[in-house]
C-alpha cells in the first residue's frame, strides 16, 4: 500500500511541475527535461511513469480536472439553489493564484486537443459532467420554483459553462476590464439575470 502511496504521489509531483513549467514556458517549449527539473527529479524518473511527453501532458490535463472537481465537491449542497450554482460557477474562475496556471495551461491543453484524439476525448468527459452538474442544478431549481417552468436546464447549463470559460479567458489574456472583482461580479450578475426576483419572471 505504501508503496502505491509513494507511486501516485510521484505522479501528482510531476503533474504539478508540468502545469507551472508549462504556465512559465508554454507547451511547445516544454520538455521532459524541464519537468524533471522543475520536479526536482531525474529524467528517468519521468520516463518511468510517462512513456512519451503526450502521455505526461494528458496526465497533466487530467489532473487539473481532478483539482477542479475537488473544489466542486466541496461547495456546500444547500438550498437556495441560485446560491449554490453561484458558488459551483465561481471555483471554476481564476481567482486565485493556482487557478490562474490552471488556465494558462489548460488554454494549451485545448490548443493540443485539436490534433490529439486522446486529449479531445478528455476534453470532451470533462466538459459534458461540467455541464451535466449545472443541468442538474438547474432542474432542480426549476423544480423548487426558483426558475420558470419552462426552463431548458440543459441549454442553460451550455450557455452558463460557455459564459464561464467567456470570462476565465479574458481574465487571463485581456485584463483590464476583466480583473477578478469584474468577472465575479458578472458572473453574479448573470446568475440574478437567470434566477430574477425571487424565481419569477
Do not use: C
Not at 508549462?22 to 526536482?40: F, N
Not at 531525474?42 to 472537481?69: M, N, P, W
Not at 490548443?111 to 476534453?123: F, G, V, W
Not at 479574458?170 to 485584463?175: D, P, Q, R, S, V
Request: no cysteine; glycine share 8%.
Amino acid at each position: 500500500m505504501a508503496r502505491t502511496a509513494d507511486h501516485d504521489e510521484r505522479r501528482r509531483q510531476v503533474a504539478e511541475a508540468l502545469l507551472r513549467t508549462v504556465a512559465r514556458r508554454g507547451l511547445a517549449r516544454t520538455t521532459l527535461v524541464d519537468v524533471a527539473e522543475e520536479a526536482g527529479v531525474s529524467v528517468g524518473l519521468v520516463q518511468r511513469y510517462f512513456r512519451s511527453k503526450a502521455d505526461l501532458l494528458r496526465f497533466g490535463v487530467e489532473h487539473i480536472y481532478e483539482r477542479s472537481t475537488a473544489r466542486l465537491a466541496e461547495v456546500e449542497l444547500a438550498p437556495p439553489i441560485r446560491d449554490l450554482m453561484l458558488k459551483a460557477a465561481e471555483t471554476l474562475l481564476p481567482l486565485d493564484g493556482e487557478r490562474r496556471t490552471e488556465l494558462a495551461v489548460w488554454l494549451e491543453f485545448i490548443a493540443a486537443s485539436l490534433t490529439d484524439p486522446e486529449m479531445a476525448r478528455i476534453h470532451r468527459e470533462a466538459t459534458r459532467r461540467v455541464i451535466d452538474g449545472m443541468a442538474d442544478g438547474l432542474d432542480g431549481a426549476r423544480e423548487r420554483g426558483e426558475l420558470p417552468a419552462g426552463l431548458d436546464p440543459r441549454a442553460e447549463a451550455v450557455a452558463l459553462a460557455a459564459f464561464v470559460d467567456g470570462l476565465a479567458l479574458h481574465h487571463l489574456a485581456t485584463g483590464e476590464d476583466f480583473g477578478a472583482e469584474a468577472i465575479r461580479a458578472a458572473l453574479t450578475g448573470y446568475i440574478d439575470r437567470l434566477f430574477g426576483t425571487g424565481g419569477n419572471r
